[in-house]
T-cell receptor, first 114, second 111 residues
């Protein structure tokens, strides 16, 4: 069964450093998402991406964040200058063109900012 | 007012019990409602979704939406220890671009 994959599974970084989280969505999906989950809190929407551009972003997704689809398979989330409060689990999700109700999530990247 | 509210529990039941998990939502324009299951330190896994009001059944799981009261339910029959997880209710925003999650209810089924 096809699945969303994410790398790395864990990342530890120093405050102020840049990190890039990588995702490989399901191959025939065209809509891509990033969500985050701070420990003990809700899963929160960050950004949605379609046709090589951002379709929606939340208040959390400020100028420190960016997304890119550098090639036909990868989807990345970059945090330019990490803060302590960026420590969270980051989930990538994807969906097919015709099924807006079914987003499939990856296993997540646990980011720890020290 | 929070858009999706869910009692975080924890909820502990014996094996074989019927489990009822519930959420409320605030925006009457929401049309799609989902239930995800999340095991510890893993990604959310879609269990089932419903559109508008009504029931949907999938094996031991039944999802129910009552739009008049803005109430979402998930029922698990004959619960098993493997059902122990956090259950997240979610709705799709009006634009269809983002999922809005509840906080999740942690369920423990003991054998």
């Amino acid at each position: 069964e096809p699945e969303v994959t994410q790398t790395p599974s864990h990342q530890v970084t120093q405050m102020g450093q840049e990190v890039i989280l990588r995702c490989v969505p399901i191959s025939n999906h065209l809509y891509f998402y990033w969500y985050r989950q701070i420990l003990g809190q809700k899963v929160e929407f960050l950004v949605s991406f379609y046709n090589n551009e951002i379709s929606e972003k939340s208040e959390i997704f400020d100028d420190q964040f960016s997304v890119e689809r550098p090639d036909g398979s990868n989807f990345t989330l970059k945090i330019r200058s990490t803060k302590l409060e960026d420590s969270a689990m980051y989930f990538c999700a994807s969906r097919a063109m015709t099924t807006q109700e079914t987003q499939y999530f990856g296993p997540g990247t646990r980011l720890l900012v020290l | 007012q929070k858009e999706v509210e869910q009692d975080p529990g924890p909820l502990s039941v014996p094996e074989g019990a019927i489990v009822s998990l519930n959420c409320t939502y605030s925006n009457s324009a929401f049309q799609y409602f989902m239930w995800y299951r999340q095991y510890s330190r893993k990604g959310p896994e879609l269990l089932m979704y419903t559109y508008s009001s009504g029931n949907k059944e999938d094996g031991r799981f039944t999802a129910q939406v009552d739009k008049s009261s803005k109430y979402i339910s998930l029922f698990i029959r004959d619960s098993q220890p493997s059902d122990s997880a956090t259950y997240l209710c979610a709705t799709l925003n009006q634009a269809g671009t983002a999922l809005i999650f509840g906080k999740g209810t942690t369920l423990s089924v003991s054998s």
